[in-house]
């Protein structure tokens, strides 16, 4: 079970799932007010996937990340791919997978 941190607001739980404007975290909705959204991720959940957001940290191990619209920075592990339509991809961390954006750049950091 991994350590969700939306706008400063600590969750705990293995998938997350924003779609529109609705955050759900294990099925429970967890939207804040701001329509700003920043994620952290510490620990370990199975997927990630988001519509839109500013940016997306991970810190911790993910199986997939995917987002339609928003910046990825992996510091931590995605064991599967990432993938992003409109957005940055800052890899520090490793990935198993394949990084792909359609409008974005994609940098290796090691």
Not at 23 to 37: N, R
């Amino acid at each position: 079970m991994g350590t969700i941190t939306i706008n400063g607001k600590t969750f705990t739980g293995n998938s997350i799932s924003v779609s529109g404007d609705k955050i759900i975290i294990d099925g429970s909705d967890v939207t804040p007010e701001s329509k700003q959204i920043n994620i952290h991720v510490l620990g370990s959940i199975q997927d990630l996937e988001v519509s839109m957001c500013n940016k997306i940290t991970i810190d911790g191990t993910v199986g997939t990340v995917s987002t339609k619209s928003g910046d990825v920075e992996v510091k931590g592990d995605i064991t599967g791919d990432v993938k992003t339509m409109s957005g940055d991809v800052d890899c520090g961390g490793n990935i198993t997978g394949s990084v792909k954006t359609m409008s974005g750049d994609i940098k290796y950091r090691k």
